[in-house]
């Protein structure tokens, strides 16, 4: 039997079965890193939601979103810093008419 450790990445080939710690069998790793994945992307997606309900009273920046403002700018051809925050693409967006 081969098994994978999800920790160190590395293989053991053995006759007895392990268990407990980061090894997995080969053939359920398929699993275990469709499980990573899913609870990696729930992160991310919380992470999104927590900022996203902070609010500052301006009822036009609190309901448009960082991404809805990077289309917004590519539309128009505007180059910016992707790793800008949403508040100075915002400001780019809207400065941008003028």
Known sequence: MRYFNTLTKATIDTEFKISGG????????????????????DDKQKEVEQVSEETTGDEKYDSVTKAQIMQELDAFGIEYDKKATKRVLYDLMTTQGE
């Open 22 to 41: 980061d090894w997995v069998l080969e053939g359920e790793l398929e699993e275990v890193v469709a499980d990573i994945v899913v609870d990696t992307v």
